[in-house]
């Protein structure tokens, strides 16, 4: 019977929690609106995505069904935990609205005309805080010195902005620098080889 007690206080405590699940930052959902929005703007690196594994392990036979009647705090648990699991692992965020689309477009535009080069060259990396900077500015002919540093400064403002503006359009202006991180981690991962990024310490790694 005190088991029963403590199990049914367990499954409404965990029911409870499931309410306020969706306040946490979806650090899985803003790393998969990340390199939607990524792929869009530099497009797919030059080694293309990874095959998924195959596997050749048979799943295990299915258990017998028992005859005995589930006590009702193992039907809550049930219950409860795929929810809390589903509530966690599903979101979608907002990652069309018009103003992130004209980031989106700016950024697209800008990478085309000047920073894709600029990145093949070396001149300038992905920062481990999700900016772009200038690593090397004798990579960069002097005629071109002044427009490379606007428009690095001009892409600074835009990531700000994009960032901002997805964290505000899933109703989170406090997730603003989470999404920095979160598209931090995915610039790197879709950099192209031999482009330069930044490692956790601030020193500059080829890809």
Same mark, same amino acid.
């Given at each position: 019977?005190?088991?029963?007690?403590?199990?049914?206080?367990?499954?409404?405590?965990?029911?409870?929690?499931?309410?306020?699940?969706?306040?946490?930052?979806?650090?899985?959902?803003?790393?998969?609106?990340?390199?939607?929005?990524?792929?869009?703007?530099?497009?797919?690196?030059?080694?293309?995505?990874?095959?998924?594994?195959?596997?050749?392990?048979?799943?295990?036979?299915?258990? !017998?069904?028992?005859?005995?009647?589930?006590?009702?705090?193992?039907?809550?648990?049930?219950?409860?935990?795929?929810? !809390?699991?589903?509530?966690?692992?599903?979101?979608?965020?907002?990652?069309?609205?018009?103003?992130?689309?004209?980031?989106?477009?700016?950024?697209?535009?800008?990478?085309?005309?000047?920073?894709?080069?600029?990145?093949?060259?070396?001149?300038?990396?992905?920062?481990?805080?999700?900016?772009?900077?200038?690593?090397?500015?004798?990579?960069?002919?002097?005629?071109?010195?002044?427009?490379?540093?606007?428009?690095?400064?001009?892409?600074?403002?835009?990531? !700000?902005?994009?960032?901002?503006?997805?964290?505000?359009?899933?109703?989170?202006?406090?997730?603003?620098?989470?999404?920095?991180?979160?598209?931090?981690?995915?610039?790197?991962?879709?950099?192209?080889?031999?482009?330069?990024?930044?490692?956790?310490?601030?020193?500059?790694?080829?890809?």
């Amino acid at each position: 019977m005190r088991k029963s007690v403590f199990l049914l206080a367990f499954s409404l405590a965990l029911l409870a929690g499931c309410v306020t699940i969706n306040v946490y930052f979806p650090a899985a959902a803003a790393q998969q609106a990340a390199d939607k929005v990524i792929g869009n703007i530099i497009g797919p690196d030059a080694s293309g995505p990874s095959p998924a594994p195959s596997s050749s392990t048979q799943p295990p036979p299915a258990s !017998a069904p028992s005859s005995q009647p589930e006590p009702l705090s193992m039907r809550i648990l049930d219950a409860v935990i795929p929810a !809390a699991y589903a509530a966690e692992s599903q979101p979608n965020l907002d990652i069309r609205t018009p103003a992130i689309q004209a980031i989106e477009a700016r950024m697209r535009d800008r990478f085309q005309s000047v920073l894709r080069s600029l990145l093949t060259s070396g001149a300038i990396g992905f920062t481990h805080n999700g900016d772009v900077a200038i690593r090397d500015a004798s990579k960069i002919p002097l005629a071109q010195r002044g427009q490379a540093t606007q428009a690095v400064a001009a892409e600074n403002a835009d990531r !700000a902005e994009l960032y901002k503006q997805i964290a505000v359009a899933n109703g989170h202006p406090e997730w603003t620098q989470r999404m920095r991180e979160s598209f931090a981690k995915q610039w790197i991962s879709r950099a192209h080889a031999d482009w330069y990024y930044q490692d956790a310490s601030g020193n500059w790694q080829k890809k």
